[in-house]
Antibody, heavy 120, light 110 residues
Framework: QVQLQESGPGLVKPSQTLSLTCIVS??????????WSWIRQHPGKGLEWIGY???????YYNPSLKSRVTISVDTSKNQLSLKLSSVTAADTAVYYC????????????WGQGTLVTVSS | QSALTQPASVSGSPGQSITISCTGS?????????VSWYQQHPGKAPKLMIY???YRPSGVSNRFSGSKSGNTASLTISGLQAEDEADYYC??????????FGGGTKLTVL
């Protein structure tokens, strides 16, 4: 059974960089041809796709966030990372990592999510 | 503004059937058969209920079914149960942003 667990600071100051990690257990992040994704959910709002990484290095980002987002993997630690630069209060959200079966939005395993608040 | 349009809320009584619609465009739902539906209970992560328009992942009840016509996808829940009360989100692959979600629909079981 695949499990994902996000971790990172719960509070980030405006203009700084948000950094989160997602540890994957129950399977190798570098096998299976899956797409490893980040999604966020603003408080009381809907879901927003941030981007994904596959083949251990190929990335694709939501164009609305592309200039500020970096997704990477560390295969030795079996973990996924998200960096979002120049954050503002609008980036306050619950951030989820998830596995996408084929890169078309079939997100079959999710982490429990981690709330990140941007505030001074 | 979400790219996919869902009703804000729907409701039904136990045992009844309800349908949630998800309207997109000919750049997403109308172009690809990559529509997914997610169930989210309060404080929990979303759960995949339907993928590729009408396929159910292992372990998902056959009371949940999906379909698509033109630019609109639908999720139908039959034999409504109390535990079905949750928020439901559709998503679609899209030619412009890769993936897009609907704004969500709150299902109330009366």
């Amino acid at each position: 059974q695949v499990q994902l667990q996000e971790s990172g600071p719960g509070l980030v100051k405006p203009s700084q960089t948000l950094s989160l990690t997602c540890i994957v257990s129950g399977g190798s992040i570098s096998s299976g041809g899956y797409y490893w994704s980040w999604i966020r959910q603003h408080p009381g709002k809907g879901l927003e796709w941030i981007g994904y990484i596959y083949n251990s290095g190929i990335t694709y980002y939501n164009p609305s966030l592309k200039s500020r987002v970096t997704i990477s993997v560390d295969t030795s630690k079996n973990q996924l990372s998200l960096k979002l630069s120049s954050v503002t209060a609008a980036d306050t959200a619950v951030y989820y990592c998830a596995r996408d079966l084929k890169g078309y939005g079939e997100l079959d395993y999710w982490g429990q999510g981690t709330l990140v608040t941007v505030s001074s | 503004q979400s790219a996919l349009t869902q009703p804000a809320s729907v409701s039904g009584s136990p045992g009844q059937s309800i349908t949630i619609s998800c309207t997109g465009s000919n750049s997403d739902i109308g172009l690809y058969n990559f529509v997914s539906w997610y169930q989210q209970h309060p404080g929990k992560a979303p759960k995949l209920m339907i993928y590729d328009v009408s396929y159910r992942p292992s372990g998902v009840s056959n009371r949940f079914s999906g379909s698509k016509s033109g630019n609109t996808a639908s999720l139908t829940i039959s034999g409504l149960q109390a535990e079905d009360e949750a928020d439901y989100y559709c998503s679609s692959y899209t030619s412009s942003t890769s993936q897009v979600f609907g704004g969500g629909t709150k299902l109330t079981v009366l």
